[in-house]
């Protein structure tokens, strides 16, 4: 709210009444004039209460005529209020992975600074569960599991957010050639079959792959072999050749994960497994 008096009108030069406060609130003003004094007063409770504004009074010529009017201005850098808390990570370490079966706790709590009312918002794998904005996680298989908190009050379109990061060993280590299988998603054993994701393990072997995303299938090729798997299907085509798969292909965190031992022997390659040590080693 500003004001101005007949000499000022048409110009930029005003007298401020106060700030706005940044929410999305109706704020009623009243304007009172004593004598030479001005004062204003405004409500963010439809008028139940009213508080002096950060510039209250001015000074008006008494026989001057009082120009009022709003003026909305936008404040470069203004963010949301909210914020997490030290973030309480239990179940793990820093810098090191938790094992499949082991649970990790995190705490999402966040406070407001003006004691806003806050929401969460969370993107967590499916198998977390959340309970008073803490986050709890049994992994059943390896990989990289992201956990996302957003947390806003009614005042803001943008949330404040927070992701967590926890890498979870699969249990499972591969070795093509002595050189140990790298990949964003752990193997991992279902059905007592070793699942990896197929574009990691068909590279290191030196084949192609192509996603079929209408047929839901991938097709591996190499040196004139064909494989084709279909996503949840518990066979395949080698060379056209219909094959039982003991696993099927699976979709685990938007990876294709593929049973080693059938892609790899159908690629001519030798597979020792190792019970003891949890090994998969393949020999070209």
């Not at 090191?96 to 794998?125: C, Q, R």
């Not at 957010?161 to 699969?170: E, F, L, S």
């Not at 994701?197 to 047929?215: C, F, H, M, Q």
């Not at 990876?255 to 390659?269: K, S």
Request: charged share 25%; glycine share 8%; aromatic share 8%.
């Amino acid at each position: 709210l500003v004001s101005h008096n007949s000499a000022q009108e048409g110009s930029t030069t005003s007298y401020w009444a106060g700030d706005m406060n940044n929410k999305a609130v109706p704020i009623d003003y009243i304007i009172e004039r004593r004598g030479d004094v001005v004062e204003y007063w405004y409500s963010l409770d439809g008028g139940k209460t009213y508080s002096q504004t950060s510039k209250a009074v001015n000074t008006i010529p008494a026989n001057a005529a009082m120009y009022v009017g709003v003026a909305m201005t936008c404040q470069g850098g203004e963010v949301n209020t909210a914020h997490f808390e030290d973030l309480t990570i239990d179940g793990n370490l820093a810098g090191k992975s938790i094992d499949v079966g082991d649970t990790v706790t995190i705490d999402f709590t966040a406070s407001d600074k003006d004691g806003d009312e806050l929401t969460y918002e969370y993107d967590i794998p499916d198998d977390a569960v959340v309970k008073d904005n803490t986050v709890s996680f049994t992994p059943s298989y390896g990989g990289s599991f992201l956990f996302t908190a957003s947390v806003n009050d009614k005042y803001h379109s943008e949330p404040v957010r927070k992701v967590v990061k926890v890498n979870v060993n699969g249990g499972v280590k591969v070795y093509i050639n002595g050189s140990p299988l790298e990949s964003d998603v752990a193997p991992y054993i279902s059905n007592e079959c070793t699942l990896v994701p197929i574009r990691a393990i068909s590279e290191r072997l030196g084949a192609t792959v192509n996603w079929d995303a209408v047929k839901r299938n991938v097709i591996i090729e190499k040196d004139g072999t064909e494989i084709v798997l279909v996503i949840d299907s518990d066979s395949a085509l080698v060379d056209h050749t219909p094959i039982s798969l003991e696993q099927p292909a699976v979709i685990t965190q938007s990876r294709t994960m593929v049973p080693i031992r059938f892609v790899a022997e159908a690629l001519g390659c030798k597979v020792d497994w190792d019970e003891e040590t949890k090994t998969v080693t393949i020999t070209e």
